[in-house]
């Protein structure tokens, strides 16, 4: 089990310097093992992106986010979209910022104007993570 972990002290200041022996994790109240994830901001992403769409109208927007979410595609077809995606992996000019609460808002609010009988979903692709410590 995967448990990322994102921990500030009363100054709402980010703490880096924890192990894993700083935290308890529990399943029905039995105590879990943990360790700790290093840092895997470097590392390369592969992804696999599985939805049921069917025979079902549906539209896709993207947004892409560094320390602000922007509105890089709209809601459109999966073609437009997936070239906007391909934009955003290939731009490579974002600030080191990680804003992932701000921009998963911002995409909370795209789906809230949306007609109403569409199922909802977001993929959420934080590929340069800005946690700290993920315990496992």
């Given at each position: 089990m995967l448990?990322?972990?994102l921990v500030r002290d009363k100054g709402n200041k980010l703490v880096f310097s924890l192990s894993a022996n700083d935290f308890a994790l529990t399943d029905d109240g039995i105590p879990q093992k943990?360790?700790?994830e290093q840092e895997t901001d470097g590392e390369p992403l592969a992804l696999v992106v599985d939805i049921e769409v069917g025979g079902v109208?549906?539209?896709v927007a993207v947004v892409g986010y560094d320390s602000s979410p922007v509105l890089v595609q709209d809601f459109?077809?999966?073609?437009?979209?997936a070239k906007a995606i391909q934009v955003?992996?290939?731009?490579n000019n974002?600030?080191?910022?990680?804003?992932?609460l701000d921009s998963l808002a911002f995409s909370v609010d795209l789906l809230r104007k949306q007609p109403i009988q569409y199922r909802r979903a977001i993929l959420l692709i934080a590929a340069r993570s800005r946690q700290p410590c993920a315990a496992r």
């Open positions: 448990v990322p972990a943990l360790r700790l109208q549906h539209k459109t077809d999966s073609d437009t979209a955003v992996i290939h731009d974002g600030d080191d910022g990680g804003a992932t």
